[in-house]
Nanobody, 126 residues
Framework: QVQLVESGGGLVQAGGSLRLSCLVS????????MAWIRQAPGKERDFVAA????????FYADSVKGRFTISGDNAKNTVYLQMNSLKPEDTAVYYC???????????????????WGQGTQVTVSS
């Protein structure tokens, strides 16, 4: 069973940066999709970014393109989300998620992901 543990959230001023980490354990995520998905208070979960673990292709929501970067480190079994130029509207709980192996979806739907971390809070003050 794949287990995901996020870290790196916190409070930052608008314009600042944070890097989130997601440590993968308990199983392999080769040929899987790894994603960051966020949920603001009172809202549904929204796709932020994804990476195909084996091919390294990346996908971003329009709202974060040019500001956020997703990357993976196979040796460390870790997925990262570098967040720059943060805005108050980026405030949310950020979840790391993984698909089942041999994923063939479009990466953008939160319901495509079978494994989820506990989430880490990101708060951006204005």
């Amino acid at each position: 069973q794949v287990q995901l543990v996020e870290s790196g959230g916190g409070l930052v001023q608008a314009g600042g940066s944070l890097r989130l980490s997601c440590l993968v354990s308990g199983g392999t995520v080769s040929n899987s999709a790894m994603a960051w998905i966020r949920q603001a208070p009172g809202k549904e979960r929204d796709f932020v970014a994804a990476i195909s673990w084996s091919a390294g292709n990346t996908f971003y929501a329009d709202s974060v393109k040019g500001r956020f970067t997703i990357s993976g480190d196979n040796a460390k079994n870790t997925v990262y989300l570098q967040m720059n130029s943060l805005k108050p509207e980026d405030t949310a709980v950020y979840y790391c998620a993984a698909s089942r192996r041999y994923y063939s979806g479009n990466y953008y739907s939160p319901t495509d992901y079978a494994y989820w971390g506990q989430g880490t809070q990101v708060t951006v003050s204005s």
